[in-house]
């Protein structure tokens, strides 16, 4: 077991490797230092001289990838590669172009983030889990043909609608919970009751559909008709059997996605005001500014492969038959 | 003088191979019984009518040209405007031209925004002035109530009668041929359909339908166009992400070794990328590369329809992923059977493997998940463009039309019909292809879960 | 909906209002809940520039003058000094300004001012949350904090944006920056610039400082009303500068020291910061005499008494408008900006163009100020450009023809709901040298009726096109149509109406406009480079003298030839030749004829094809005393007084929540589980049996 973790740990660096490269070659390619220096330093009276300055301070004076000025082993950590990529390796983010320090920025920021998240991750899933048992209970009548419709109705609506319509019938209408911002504490429910209402509500069709589809397959199989051959109840063999054994596909889908509940969502957080992970890259995004983009590209990625391991790892707990090594 | 950008050509070219596909299919029994499976369900024969109607808007729309400008003298060569337009355009020219000068609201008569308005005595006064064209026909606006009653009674009149005929059409081709397809769901879906359209193109001629936007174009008119993005998106990404998927899974999935490491490593690090993150970096890429070279996009339209290509192009250089794990599944498994394995044993090429056995018991995989995307990404397009890193801001699409509608909540009154505008084609659409697909995977194989 | 009901009987036990974003143990304080939309960069004085950061920045730094809060046209009053200084001429054709400060002023508590909190271990710093929970002293304010501060201009650890002009201005500041770039060599240290002499800067007593400048520059007394000349105790820098401050956020950028009226006590840029009451604070009296009306509008009643008035002032992070707006009209925010889409809402303009709120409006006893900004927008042409540039015949007949077709007029109305003045010179209103009625109009472009102005038809515009060489937008010559290109910076997926509206303007005279729209990098590249035809560019003041203005079109200043302010790269000898002459003039009859001259110039010659200057409209809540728009002066908060009471009994009147639609829902949720829990009954049954 430990051996497949460190094996699986190794297998993420080159990975890890490939991401460096495709986001330094982006973010490079997209926009030029000069293009940084401009962006920050404003709109009023900005002098070549300024954006020198700023290029040199920042380390941005360097060549991209080899430094042919250095020799040694300076040939390559001199450049803007090493030093704005490979740090990351070492979670040494930097800091921000507006000069703040980006590891700091995320810690503070985790909280709100996963604040948010996690419920909608929770709740989600036990309110799918419970609307597609439903529906897999009663398959094949009409609550369950009606069920799929409004499953697949409510998954042809935009996220987009559901947060506007939300924002504009519970808060603005009917004054039951502030429109936007964040606390910190106990005074963060009032604040996240309806953005994660409305990730719930958004997450339902998909989610639901899903599910069932799950727990129908389990149901065709022959244990299922064996146990219920022997008079269980319906309920029983539901909960008993299917619910248990529909838990490995389950988990593949699920267990995945637990370590990029960092990450925050994005568009919920920047409606909402909700100073996350989410808002902190959407704002990175349209400032242009790469530092963080990059940092959180590489965070994503890193939480990403932690979560396939996690995966694997589930398994063995679920299903005692399935053995790493 | 008709000009072809690059995505009029490539949706052209995907019309004629789902045609020749379908050609091709139709002579091949174990191809052509999934399909008639499929239209064997009321659901998948409804919502193909209507993807059909949503299909034709997007092809008009599709057929470019650029105008001629009225000649000068006889003598001299004819110079074209540099305005792109399309044959939905020319279609819809009432639409397109009837501007009025700000919002108003569907079906109104006068603007939505009191303005200082000129008395003929000279004195001035404040209030809602009427439209330049939305209902500029009625002397008396007291008649309004009787003239929009009258358009919807002559419009549904037309749609039974245009249906009445399409269904003894329909009745003495179509059901023949077909017996076994289930027409009245069809006939209802065109009858329902009809309904709409009907009274709409009635009303369309004296008023503004679903009214006006900011600037005073017309709403439905917007969201007519806005098909054509939606479609293009939802259907050209699959040009890019189909031969990497196909490629990479199977090869990874037949040949193993090497080539799965090196292919499984190429998904899982593009996979790890956020995607957000990753589709965001590349458009901002494209849009500097846009902006640096201008000289390649003289018009707006050619810069507007490059930036679309090349978010399809993203797209699908980030979404083929899974479908490639899914194809490798599948080889891994078939690779295995007897009869593959005693193709290897007599020296069968592998091209030939690839070709006769592996590729077609794949097939089904790759048709459902191509129609399970469609609908994925047309909601995807809207929120890209809704953060900003969608279509060019010129292009009309249900993420740009939702973007502005939203600042256009806040106002008291609501201006609404933007945004319902766009809520309905949009979940018309997504629902048609949603139920469509879900028609596509039963008949296909109830079993594959994508 | 469980949380929703949870919710309900949360906040149904502790309140009556359940939307409140604030903490209810701020309920009753004498609190000013304001938002701010940008996160701003740098609160550092030298490097603030923005707006955003001045609302900040000018609340805890204290230059030594300042706007008077009330009077127009705006006038500088002292604000740390004893008087406005006046200009000696000096020797070599330069001018000298003796700056005397008031004595007795404290600086805010502040751990700096603790020489034992200059020497802390790294762990301690980690620790921190607040470089406040460190013990905190003051000292006294000295001329040496002013000097400190003019070096600091010249730091090469710091971004002066105003180190390239002042350095024209200020005797040896180049020469002392220079010095201080080879000097600076070891980062790690602390630079201390009291160690370096600045040749045109000089301490004269404690209280007294001179600055010298190489030739006449009247204008160089309004910076001293920003905070580039705000004082700086080098304690500070010193203080901020030890490892493991930086990686704490913990700069100067980020943590002002200042002798202000507030102080800066919470600074979460993502979400909140805080300013609260400077306790050492002098304590300023409000000022006795305003504009007249003013004494009408109540903005007189606390003359004398001693300000500030408020406790705290709370901002908050607010980036979407909508949001923003609605948090305003529950009463959550004290004052607000109007959105451009709210406007029918809150405004009704009445006949003859005055402004006024609508009656649910003012049922709620909201006020509305408006005030024309100091800022222009303009469409402008690119001198250098073959097609529009140039001071052919041809290309100004074409520019008069697109000046008139740009209905402007039309743009505020849609897009600003009216809150502009359309542009008809590059000053804005309230500038010297800005003339009123018949003058005011731009001949080309207006004509004078019924004692205002219109705007010239369609036909004159088509008139002037023809007679450029375009009959009917088609070249002459060849028949081919007339292109155009507008670049713009793009804001993202809301632009279409704009780029829409803005074609149709160029449609009127048969003319094509391509629309090049590119991010904000691309279109100062291309300014840079002078390869733009038509593009869209806005000025804001830096002070309210027509110099500031009128350099924009200043020859010398070309962005293209010698990257100054010049965008459109306009050259006109008789232009320059009479700018070289205004801007170190007083403001007499004799510059105004100068600058009449000008504007005539520019009106012929159309540089610009017009714009507008946005005008404010402030809204603020009954509760809200004192507020006036200064467009000049941000240092604002310290004469708002706010009406607690009045505000907490508002917000409770109109925050009542609405039950019936959430118990509605819940009620159709568990009236539609009925038919399954029902049939699960029977199945159950079934298979038991």
């Not at chain 1, 998954?155 to 939300?166: E, P």
């Not at chain 2, 005929?165 to 289930?182: F, I």
């Not at chain 2, 018009?299 to 899914?326: E, H, K, N």
């Not at chain 3, 203005?549 to 030749?577: C, I």
Request: glycine content about 8%.
């Amino acid at each position: 077991m430990i051996a497949y973790i460190i094996r699986r740990t190794l297998y993420a660096i080159p990975i890890l490797i490939g991401i460096n490269f495709i986001t330094f070659g982006l973010f490079f390619l997209v926009n030029t230092p000069d293009d940084m220096a401009r962006m920050q330093l404003g709109v009023k009276r900005v002098t070549p001289e300024a954006i020198e300055k700023w290029k040199a301070e920042r380390g941005y004076d360097k060549p991209l990838l080899y430094n042919a000025a250095e020799s040694g082993r300076r040939f390559l950590t001199e450049t803007i590669f090493f030093e704005k990529s490979v740090k990351l390796f070492v979670f040494d983010f930097g800091r921000a172009e507006d000069n703040r320090d980006i590891a700091n920025e995320i810690r503070t920021r985790m909280g709100p983030s996963l604040a948010l998240a996690v419920p909608v991750f929770l709740v989600g899933i036990a309110v799918n889990i419970t609307f597609a048992l439903g529906m897999a209970f009663f398959r094949a009548t009409y609550l369950d043909l009606w069920g799929v419709i409004l499953c697949v109705a409510m998954m042809s609506i935009s996220s987009l609608f559901y947060i506007i319509g939300g924002q504009y019938l519970v808060s603005k209408l009917w004054h039951l919970v502030p429109i936007s911002g964040y606390a910190e504490g106990t005074d963060a429910v009032k604040f996240l009751v309806l953005p994660v209402l409305i990730g719930v509500v958004g997450g339902i069709g998909a989610g639901s559909r899903w599910y069932r589809t799950l727990f129908l397959e389990e149901m065709g199989k022959d244990y299922v008709r064996t146990a219920r051959a022997k008079g269980l109840a319906e309920s029983a063999v539901m909960f008993r059997h299917v619910l248990q054994n529909a838990m490995i596909p389950i988990l593949t889908g699920v267990v995945v996605v637990i370590p990029l509940l960092f990450m925050g969502s994005l568009i919920t957080e920047s409606f909402f005001g909700i100073p996350g992970l989410g808002s902190y890259t959407i704002d990175a995004i349209q400032a242009q500014d790469f530092a963080v983009v990059r940092a959180m590209v590489f965070i994503g990625s890193v939480l990403y492969i932690l979560g396939l391991l996690l995966t694997d790892l589930s398994y063995t707990l679920v299903d005692p038959r399935v053995r790493l090594d | 003088m008709p000009v072809l950008l690059p995505t009029d050509a490539l949706v052209w070219l995907l019309v004629a191979a789902v045609a020749a596909f379908a050609w091709y299919s139709s002579r091949r029994p174990h191809l052509a019984a999934p399909w008639a499976r499929v239209l064997r369900s009321r659901a998948a024969v409804a919502s193909a009518v209507v993807l059909g109607c949503f299909m034709l808007v997007g092809l008009l729309d599709s057929l470019h040209y650029r105008p001629a400008l009225p000649a000068k003298d006889p003598g001299a060569p004819v110079a074209y405007s540099v305005e792109v337009r399309s044959a939905l355009d020319a279609l819809l020219t009432p639409l397109r031209t009837k501007l009025e000068k700000t919002y108003s609201a569907p079906l109104a008569t006068r603007l939505y925004q009191k303005e200082t308005v000129e008395r003929p005595d000279g004195s001035t006064a404040r209030e809602f002035p009427r439209l330049a064209h939305g209902g500029a026909h009625l002397k008396d606006e007291a008649r309004w109530g009787r003239d929009v009653a009258l358009r919807i009674l002559a419009g549904l009149a037309g749609a039974v009668a245009l249906w009445s005929l399409a269904v003894l059409a329909g009745r003495r081709t179509l059901a023949r041929r077909w017996p076994r397809v289930p027409w009245s769901a069809a006939a209802a879906a065109l009858g329902g359909l009809l309904a709409l359209a009907g009274p709409a193109a009635m009303l369309a001629g004296g008023y503004h339908v679903l009214g006006t936007s900011q600037v005073g174009s017309d709403v439905l008119y917007q969201a007519l166009k806005s098909i054509r993005t939606s479609l293009v998106i939802g259907t050209l990404t699959t040009l890019v992400l189909l031969p990497l998927g196909i490629v990479a899974g199977i090869a990874a999935g037949y040949f193993k070794g090497w080539v799965d490491d090196v292919i499984q490593y190429l998904y899982t690090t593009l996979n790890s990328i956020p995607g957000v993150l990753l589709i965001a970096a590349s458009v901002l890429m494209v849009q500097v590369y846009v902006d640096t070279h201008p000289e390649l996009f003289p018009t707006s339209a050619q810069r507007a329809d490059f930036r679309l290509l090349a978010l399809c192009a993203i797209l699908g250089a980030v979404s083929w992923t899974g479908l490639a794990r899914l194809l490798r599944g599948e080889t891994l498994k078939l690779a295995e059977l007897e009869y593959i394995q005693a193709a290897h044993a007599f020296g069968v090429s592998h091209s030939r493997v690839l070709g006769r056995h592996i590729l077609p018991n794949v097939a089904h995989i790759v048709i459902i998940s191509l129609v399970l995307d469609f609908s994925g990404l047309v909601l995807a397009e809207a929120v890209l463009s809704y953060v900003g890193v969608g279509v060019d801001p010129s292009t009309t699409s249900f993420g740009t039309m939702i973007n502005a509608a939203r600042l256009e909540m806040a106002r008291e009154p609501m201006v609404w019909w933007s945004l319902a505008a766009a809520f309905f084609f949009m979940f018309a659409l997504v629902l048609a292809a949603n139920l469509f697909a879900d028609a596509v995977r039963d008949g296909f194989d109830p079993r594959v879960r994508v | 909906m469980r949380a929703l009901l949870v919710l309900a009987i949360l906040a149904g036990g502790c309140a009556d209002v359940w939307n409140d974003p604030y903490p209810a143990s701020d309920r009753g304080k004498n609190i000013l809940y304001s938002a701010f939309t940008e996160r701003p960069k740098h609160l550092d004085p030298v490097q603030s520039y923005t707006e955003d950061e001045a609302r900040f920045t000018q609340q805890v730094y204290e230059p030594p003058l300042q706007y008077d809060y009330l009077r127009r046209p705006y006038a500088l009053v002292p604000l740390t000094a004893l008087e406005v200084p006046k200009a000696v001429p000096a020797r070599g054709g330069g001018v000298v300004y003796t700056i005397r400060i008031r004595r007795g002023i404290r600086y805010q508590p502040h751990p700096a001012f603790v020489p034992e909190n200059h020497a802390l271990a790294r762990e301690r710093i980690e620790r921190l949350d607040s470089p406040y929970q460190l013990p905190t002293g003051t000292r006294e304010l000295l001329a040496d904090d002013y000097i400190y501060e003019i070096k600091r201009l010249a730091s090469p650890r710091l971004h002066s944006p105003i180190l390239g002009l002042m350095a024209e201005k200020i005797v040896g500041l180049a020469a002392f920056a220079e010095r201080l770039r080879k000097f600076d060599t070891r980062r790690q240290d602390w630079l201390d610039l009291r160690k370096h002499r600045l040749e045109g800067v000089e301490k004269v007593d404690d209280y007294t400082y001179r600055v010298h400048l190489k030739e006449p520059y009247p204008q160089f007394v309004y910076w001293l009303a920003m905070p580039f000349f705000a004082p700086l105790p080098w304690e500070a820098e010193k203080f901020f500068h030890q490892p493991g401050m930086a990686e704490k956020n913990f700069t100067l950028d980020w943590w002002p020291v200042g002798t202000g009226a507030y102080m800066l006590t919470q600074n979460d840029p993502n979400a909140k910061m805080v300013l609260e009451r400077n306790p050492n604070f002098r304590g300023e009296p409000y000022p006795a005499e305003g504009e007249p009306g003013d004494a009408a509008a109540g903005l007189l009643a606390e003359a004398g008494k001693t300000m500030p008035f408020i406790d705290t002032v709370v901002f908050s992070r607010e980036k979407e408008s909508i949001p923003y707006w609605n948090k305003f009209l529950q009463g959550y925010y004290d004052a607000s900006g109007i959105p451009g889409d709210t406007f029918d809402q809150a405004v009704r303009v009445a006949v003859g163009g005055e402004v006024s709120l609508t009656p649910e409006m003012q049922a709620k006893g909201i006020q509305l100020r408006t005030s024309p900004d100091t800022t222009i927008l303009y469409l402008g042409v690119n001198w250098l450009d073959d097609v529009v540039g140039g001071a052919s015949d041809r290309a100004r007949k074409l520019r008069q023809a697109i000046a008139i077709a740009v209905d402007w007029e039309e743009y505020i109305s849609i897009f600003l709901n009216g809150r502009g003045v359309v542009a008809h010179d590059p000053l804005a209103p309230g500038i010297f040298g800005q003339r009123t009625g018949r003058e005011s109009i731009n001949p080309v472009t207006h004509v004078w009726k019924d004692g205002r102005a219109q705007r010239r038809s369609v036909e004159e515009a088509r008139a002037l096109l023809a007679a450029a060489g375009y009959p009917d937008g088609r070249s002459a010559q060849t028949g081919e149509p007339l292109v155009l290109y507008l670049d713009t910076v793009g804001r993202g997926p809301g632009d279409k109406p704009r780029f829409d509206w803005w074609r149709r303007q160029f449609a009127r005279i048969a003319v094509q406009l391509e629309i090049r729209d590119t991010d904000w990098n691309r279109f100062q590249e291309k300014i840079r480079k002078g390869s733009q035809q038509l593009y869209i560019l806005g000025w804001n003041a830096d002070y309210p003298d027509p110099e500031n203005f009128l350099f924009l079109l200043h020859g010398a200043q070309s962005r293209a030839r010698s990257q100054g302010e010049n965008t459109s790269n306009y050259v006109n000898p008789e232009f320059d030749a009479l700018f070289e002459r205004m801007k170190a003039m007083p403001s007499t009859p004799e510059r105004q004829r100068i600058i009449d001259r000008m504007v005539a110039l520019y009106r012929h010659d159309a540089p610009w094809v017009g714009g507008f200057h946005p005008v404010t409209y402030g809204l603020s809540h009954a509760w809200m005393l004192n507020g006036k728009p200064n467009n000049m002066a941000r240092n604002n908060l310290k004469y708002l007084r706010v009406d607690v009471d009045r505000r907490a009994a508002l917000r409770a009147a109109w925050n009542r929540p609405v039950l019936w639609p959430a118990l509605l829902i819940l009620a159709v949720l568990v009236i539609g589980s009925v038919p399954a829990v029902v049939s699960y009954r029977r199945r159950e049954r079934m298979a038991a049996r």
